[in-house]
């Protein structure tokens, strides 16, 4: 059933979904932008999409919208900076706001507030472009960008004999730092939380290797099982490290963090996610639904957050 008080709070109200933009994760943000604006047209709002380049301010206020659903991925949307230029125009916006989209976007910040919060993160090192690269003195490591999603420019390095300079010079053409983060091997899960409240945790298994782009965006790559298969004990931590990084990030609206539970039990988080992704693929939908929200109903408390 949908749900009729947010309708009536938005239908006086013109709505322009960002999306696009010019990360890495364009084309998942467009996908994720369009699956939005399918929901709210069909619902009979007043609702507008607008492709994120260099003058999107002016398109916003030509646009001369109430609302703005920021359903970008990567730089540029999940890193403050839309969020900063809406503050300034005085435009409400849907998800997390200026603080929590910064310290999750560099992957070096948030898994330090993670250990300072007291929650499992892999250990790492931050690499920065011109410096010295120190050796490698344990396999595996993940070799990564420090603010990119969806697995661009990662590369995990098993052993002595595959190219970690290689690894290192793929990843630095996603930014001036990096991160060398040790490799933990178990099962990944994801846990949704939306307006305090905790999802279900998610087990994703990629149908090939590791859970890179093409299994988190490709139909048929991976499958999502919910709950996922882990010991209880794993189920509850990761769902209270979860309400944890949600309520120290200062998260707003919906959050998505991703983790791994090794063989002996023990949790492990990766990176927290302040807009996640809304394609037909996507983790958090699944999620949704299993607490029995509908996709249309999940979009509306999405939404909600802006009124």
Known sequence: MINSNILIRANNKKIGILYGGFSSEREVSINSGKSVLNVLKKLQLNV??????????????????????????????????????LEILGIPYTGCGIFASVVSMDKDISKRLFRYIGVSTPKWKVLKKFEPIPKIKRYPVVIKPSTQGSTIGLTIIENISQSYYDAIEKAFKYGDKIIVEDFIEGKEITVGVMNDEVFPV??????????????????????????????????????????????????????????????????????????????????????GKALGYSFENLVLKILESAL
């Open 202 to 287: 998610v087990e994703i298994i990629p149908n090939k290797g590791f859970y890179d782009f093409e299994s988190k965006y490709r139909k048929g790559k991976s499958k999502h099982i919910i709950p996922a298969r882990i010991s209880r004990e794993a189920y509850k931590i990761a769902q209270n490290y979860a309400k944890k990084i949600y309520k120290i990030f200062k998260c707003k609206s919906i959050c998505r963090i991703d983790m791994i539970v090794d063989k002996n039990n023990k949790v492990w988080v990766l990176e927290n996610n302040t807009i996640p992704g809304m394609t037909e693929t996507s983790l958090i939908p699944d999620a």
């Open 48 to 85: 507008c999409s607008i492709d994120v380049d260099r003058n999107i301010a002016d398109k916003i206020i030509k646009e001369k919208i109430d609302i703005a659903y920021i359903m970008l991925h990567g730089s540029m949307g999940e890193d403050g900076t839309i969020q900063g230029m």
